[in-house]
């Protein structure tokens, strides 16, 4: 195993390292991409995982302190991509073993059945996986703003008075999940203005390079689910309840009132408003995490998180055919 979901210390290197170490490992179905650069100088990459026409796009590590996920989507890439290389070998296995007795069979069987799914599901998609598009707010979460290299950007950080635990922002300071263009944008201080993040362009221009069928955007804030889009038509907000409510199934999070879209106040920006509001396909925010976890996040949630993240994102790769 590559990702090691219970190394204490996952930094942005480890990360980079592991991604690095799975697109070699697994060359025959998962590909390395750089696609930008963080203000603080670090790569924003993106993993290909499958070898299909059609693409689902899978982001991570929007914000900062929300440290689980970006671990865990790559656990899932290596999990899928082990399931597809081994399917045939465990076809053959099984096949044997049946003329035998063994007490694990109904179990592997299971297991041989749900990998010949995830084959079939990685020969019709491809899997686009941003882990971690806010790489320098990553490292200040978990390291302290020592992090960032800039001695400029470093001062702003500091000058915000928000413990480095509790960051959301980017190297700039900047929500990126309030920065995308879109109507429910609104400036939030002179000089404001939406796209302004290397990270935005860079997932903007990912949005636009591959013609895909769906999105979904992990954070970790309470085990739920935001579907509605108050500037999208009823057909589209039926389409996207229909969605989240079979991921529910799967999950057991929670879908969140209409209401809940944007807090009172608040301002929109989103990157599943971006995504709704040009391409009309689906978009959804993933919630992982129970609500009363603390910052800095307890890597105890990474196995759990994995758990129900490996059903949701095949279930969704599935319905948005
Ligand atoms: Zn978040």
Avoid at 116 to 134: H, K
């Amino acid at each position: 195993m590559i990702v090691d979901l219970n190394v204490a210390d996952y930094s942005y290197d480890k990360l980079i390292a592991d991604a690095k170490a799975l697109a070699i490992k697994y060359d025959s179905i998962i590909k390395y991409v750089t696609i930008g650069k963080s203000h603080d100088n670090r790569d924003i990459i993106l993993l290909r995982l499958g070898s299909g026409q059609k693409h689902i796009i899978c982001c991570g590590g929007v914000h900062a302190r929300e440290t689980i996920n970006p671990v865990v989507l790559l656990r899932i890439v290596e999990y899928y991509a082990e399931l597809y290389i081994n399917y045939k070998q465990q076809k053959r296995d099984l096949l044997l073993k049946l003329y035998g007795t063994d007490q694990h069979l109904k179990e592997e069987y299971e297991l041989m059945l749900y990998g010949a799914c995830i084959y079939e599901l990685l020969q019709t998609y491809t899997i686009l996986i941003v882990p971690l598009l806010n790489p320098d707010g990553y490292m200040i979460a978990l390291k302290g703003f020592e992090a960032i290299r800039d001695a400029e950007l470093r001062k702003r950080c500091e000058g915000m008075n928000v413990p480095s635990t509790e960051w959301k922002f980017n190297a700039r300071g900047i929500d990126i999940n309030r920065n995308f263009p879109c109507e429910l944008w609104r400036s939030k201080f002179e000089g404001d203005h939406p796209a302004s993040e290397n990270e935005t362009k860079t997932l903007i221009r990912l949005f636009h390079e591959h013609k895909s069928r769906g999105f979904l955007d992990f954070h970790s804030r309470g085990k739920s689910i935001y579907y509605y889009r108050s500037q999208m038509p009823e057909s589209y907000n039926k389409k996207q309840l229909v969605l989240a409510s079979r991921l529910q199934k799967v999950t057991n999070y929670k879908l969140e009132e209409p209401e809940d879209e944007v807090e009172t106040g608040d301002s929109g920006g989103n990157t599943v408003h971006y995504y709704s509001e040009h391409f009309w396909k689906p978009a959804l925010t993933i919630e992982t995490v129970e609500d009363e976890a603390e910052f800095p996040m307890d890597i105890k949630y990474r196995l759990p998180t994995f758990e129900e993240l490996r059903f949701l994102i095949f279930e969704f790769g599935s319905m948005v055919v």
